[in-house]
């Protein structure tokens, strides 16, 4: 059986493993404490959020077929907020998700669908893979000197700078995966003692250094206490990436406050988490390649390889794994 080294446990690399298993022997390694990327779950009792992915859709039948288990397990709900869209501190857009396309969320955290799929697999955390090296057969080197040989394929699944760093200039997509710039964002967490009367849930923020607000306990299976998630806009993260943690919380808690009219300044736990690669800078360049180097035996898969979404991060391991499986077959 073929041995395949998957870099990233976020749900591309976990997906691109788990829809291998059957057909190779997978390890996968994660240089975080635990599984998730950015489809992470933060926890702080009695607070919880989801500080990076805040939902999805499904719009094609792979992805749709792929999360069905999951939902007749309780793993993955739907998501019915009340939504509004702000442009600057006006409502300019109101909704009711429920009467839409499905949002989805895993339960009772985004990152119980990556634990999902991990469980099943061979996930070393706390593994940050260094190089790459190929000697008959792909070598691993994690930053502690550790050595992982004999494998038959390498798939990358971190961001595309890290991919690059990662991989040798000999990758066929070298150079294009290299020009994939992908942009930060701050995701500023607010737990509350007591709630905040809010007429929405969840809300798109345009024209403001905020993208995005949410209710996150409003998401099935959270716990009642009152937790806010906030993300700013890529513009303002690509001016304030260098800035202090403290500076961030206080700009953005400012611009939160005038945009829902309360001072949310009076939370009762409040942290910054800095998302280096949150986004695909620019979209208009992805175009559904498959990032396989048959040659060499090398590839790469990841949300940004498509449009940025967690759909995408599924596709793009989906039609990786299918051209691996056609290979090695």
Known sequence: MKKIAIIGA?????????????????TVFEKARGVSGRMSTRRSEPYVFDHGAQYFTA?????????????????IERWNPSYVKFDGNKIIERKNWGEEEPRYVGTPGMSEISKFLANELNVKINKKII?????GKWKLVDN??????????????APSLQTVELMPKSFLYYNDIKNIQMSPCFALMLGFKQDIPLKFNAAHVINSELSWIAVNNHKPKRLK???????????????HINASNEE???DLILETSRIIGCDVSLADYKIVHRWLYANNYKKDHI????YIDQKNQLASCGDWCLNGRVEGAFTSAYNLALKI???IL
């Open 248 to 250: 961030v919380m206080q």
């Open 131 to 135: 190089s790459i090296n190929y000697k």
């Open 325 to 327: 499986k056609e290979s």
């Open 59 to 75: 719009r094609t039948k792979a992805f749709q077929d792929f999360i069905e288990p999951l939902i007749n397990q309780g793993i």
């Open 144 to 157: 502690q000197g550790t050595e992982y040989s004999g494998f038959d394929w390498v798939i990358c699944s």
């Open 10 to 26: 976020g749900l591309s690399g976990l997906s691109a493993a788990y829809l291998l298993k059957n057909y190779a022997e997978i």
């Open 287 to 290: 175009n559904n390649i498959i």
């Open 225 to 239: 206490d009152f937790t806010l998630i906030i993300h700013s806009s890529k513009e303002y993260a690509e001016e």
